[in-house]
């Protein structure tokens, strides 16, 4: 018997179109001192999840994700579209938004196994499609990876469908 690498899971491009009139959220937008405290978070998030070897199976991968992200290696990054959520000046949650092939995307989304359940991950959502919607962007896409159910019930709930 050969070790191989595992396959990376296959992922599915979903897409919404996107209204202006979602309510309003108290969440901030991601700072770049944020970066350390955001890749302890997604690795936290991540890990045990169908998602997890998008962390690089380390903190310090976790946290590079989220630099890459930052600085436009996944596209343009987009501040004023991105939001995290705090617990005691602490983020619990984040959504992360870069520009890919000229439609924004719902690069990274994830909360704290702590404040799982919650909520946050759908407000964060909403807030994203809210700040893009009144930016004048008409759509949203996201890749949610096959066997994530969980994700996937999450975005359709709030209107993603299959691209194409």
């Not at 919607?133 to 896409?141: A, D, I, N, R, V």
Request: net charge negative; charged share 25%.
């Amino acid at each position: 018997m050969t070790d191989r690498p595992a396959a990376a899971p296959k992922r599915f491009r979903l897409d919404v179109r996107l209204p202006r009139d979602v309510p309003a959220h108290d969440f901030r937008h991601p700072v770049e001192a944020d970066i350390p405290a955001l890749g302890r978070l997604m690795w936290d998030a991540y890990r045990g999840t169908p998602d997890e070897q998008d962390t690089g199976g380390s903190v310090a991968s976790a946290t590079e994700e989220v630099r890459l992200a930052f600085t436009g290696a996944h596209g343009p990054f987009l501040p004023t579209a991105s939001f995290v959520a705090d617990d005691e000046a602490r983020p619990v949650a984040a959504a992360l938004v870069t520009v890919w092939r000229e439609v924004p995307l719902l690069a990274y989304v994830f909360t704290a196994p702590s404040h799982a359940g919650r909520g946050l991950g759908r407000g964060l959502i909403e807030a994203v499609m809210h700040a893009l919607g009144e930016q004048g962007h008409p759509l949203l896409s996201l890749a949610v990876t096959e066997h994530n159910g969980r994700a996937r019930r999450l975005y359709e709930s709030l209107g993603f469908t299959p691209h194409g």
